[in-house]
T-cell receptor, first 117, second 112 residues
Framework: DSGVTQTPKHLITATGQRVTLRCSPR?????VYWYQQSLDQGLQFLIQ???????AKGNILERFSAQQFPDLHSELNLSSLELGDSALYFC????????????????FGPGTRLTVL | QKEVEQDPGPLSVPEGAIVSLNCTYS??????FMWYRQYSRKGPELLMY????GNKEDGRFTAQVDKSSKYISLFIRDSQPSDSATYLC????????????FGTGTQLKVEL
C-alpha cells in the first residue's frame, strides 16, 4: 500500500457528462501528480500541483482541470467526456522538498478506472 | 514517434531465467532514468532509478543506462513468478519539473 488513496475505484458514465476524481496524497506529501493510462498511449503525465499551486502541465486537455485544496487532497475534473477518455487515471504524490527534486520518488495510488459509454 | 519506446511484449520466461527489458528514447535532455513495476490492477511502484550513464545494482535487479545510444535496460536475475508484472521505464530532466515520461510498458510473465 503506497499510502495514496483514490476514489472512486470505478466510474462508468456517458459521453458528454462530467466527473470528478479524488486523490488523497501520503501524509505530509505536498506534491500531487495526475496521470492517464490507456492501452495505446501508456502512462501520460497530465498535471502537477505543489502545495496548492500548479507546478507543471503535460498533455492535459482543456476539458480537464485539476486543483489541490488546503488539506492537500486533489481533484481532477473531466468534462464533456468522450469515448476516448476511457482510461485508468492515477494520482501520485511525492516527498515535500521545497522545489521538488528529480529524485523525489512518486508514490502512485491504485487508480480510478473510467469507462465512458 | 513517441519520446520513449518500449517493446510491449508479452515476454514469457521460465523461472530462474535472466530477463532483459529495454527502452530507447529520443530526447537527449533526459538525465534521470527509472524503472517502475506495475502489478495487474495496481498503481506503478518504483523499482530503481539511475542518474546519467552507468549501472546500478539492487539485489536481483540491475539497471543500465547508455546515454550515447539513448538506451536503458533492466536486468532481472533468477526471475521468480512474483516478478510477473508490467515493467515501465520512465525518465525526466532538469527543467522538466518532476514530470515523468513513461514507456508503454513490457508485460512479463515468469512461468513455473
Amino acid at each position: 500500500d503506497s499510502g495514496v488513496t483514490q476514489t472512486p475505484k470505478h466510474l462508468i458514465t456517458a459521453t458528454g457528462q462530467r466527473v470528478t476524481l479524488r486523490c488523497s496524497p501520503r501524509s505530509g506529501d505536498l506534491s500531487v501528480y495526475w496521470y492517464q493510462q490507456s492501452l495505446d498511449q501508456g502512462l501520460q503525465f497530465l498535471i502537477q500541483y505543489y502545495n496548492g499551486e500548479e507546478r507543471a502541465k503535460g498533455n492535459i486537455l482543456e476539458r480537464f482541470s485539476a486543483q489541490q485544496f488546503p488539506d492537500l487532497h486533489s481533484e481532477l475534473n473531466l468534462s464533456s467526456l468522450e469515448l476516448g477518455d476511457s482510461a485508468l487515471y492515477f494520482c501520485a504524490s511525492s516527498v515535500p522538498t521545497s522545489g521538488g527534486s528529480l529524485t523525489d520518488t512518486q508514490y502512485f495510488g491504485p487508480g480510478t478506472r473510467l469507462t465512458v459509454l | 514517434q513517441k519520446e520513449v519506446e518500449q517493446d510491449p511484449g508479452p515476454l514469457s520466461v521460465p523461472e530462474g531465467a535472466i530477463v532483459s527489458l529495454n527502452c530507447t528514447y529520443s530526447n537527449s535532455a533526459f538525465q534521470y532514468f527509472m524503472w517502475y513495476r506495475q502489478y495487474s490492477r495496481k498503481g506503478p511502484e518504483l523499482l530503481m532509478y539511475t542518474y546519467s550513464s552507468g549501472n546500478k545494482e539492487d539485489g536481483r535487479f540491475t539497471a543500465q543506462v547508455d546515454k550515447s545510444s539513448k538506451y536503458i535496460s533492466l536486468f532481472i536475475r533468477d526471475s521468480q513468478p512474483s516478478d510477473s508484472a508490467t515493467y515501465l521505464c520512465a525518465m525526466t530532466f532538469t527543467g522538466g519539473g518532476n514530470k515523468l515520461t513513461f514507456g508503454t510498458g513490457t508485460q512479463l510473465k515468469v512461468e513455473l
